[in-house]
């Protein structure tokens, strides 16, 4: 039984940063791409980010959503089956839950494709 389980959430001042956690288990974590999503009240939900699986010695593919380019890195440590988000410069607007997910493949994750996992996500708040 495949298990994403978020943590790290938070709330936090404007400015702030905070490091979300997604550890994987019932899974070959190193077969699969890791990443996350968020959505706000009332609204879709929005790519963050996603990092391939290893391609090469320590190689990896990222992709970010345009709203958090350059705030947000996304990382992945292989031997612990976990992934990372870390956020910095917190904005209000950031405010969301933020979910992980996993797939097999990089593509299509800001396309709205079905991904094979999803965690039940963790709440971060930016206070203004």
């Known amino acids: 039984q495949v298990q994403l389980v978020e943590s790290g959430g938070d709330l936090v001042q404007a400015g702030g940063s905070l490091r979300l956690s997604c550890a994987a288990s019932?899974?070959?974590?190193?077969?699969?791409?890791m990443g996350w999503f968020r959505q706000a009240p009332g609204k879709e939900r929005e790519f963050v980010a996603t990092?391939?699986?290893?391609?090469?010695?320590?190689?990896?593919?990222?992709y970010y959503g345009d709203s958090v380019k350059g705030r947000f890195t996304i990382s992945r440590d292989n031997a612990k089956n976990t992934v990372y988000l870390q956020m910095n410069s917190l904005k209000p607007e950031d405010t969301a839950v933020y979910y992980c997910?996993?797939?097999?493949?990089?593509?299509?994750w800001g396309g709205g494709k079905t991904l094979d996992y999803w965690g039940q996500g963790t709440q971060v708040t930016v206070s203004s």
């Open positions: 997910a996993a797939d097999r493949s990089i593509s299509g």
């Open positions: 019932g899974l070959t974590f190193s077969n699969y791409a």
């Open positions: 990092m391939s699986r290893p391609i090469g010695w320590r190689t990896y593919t990222t």
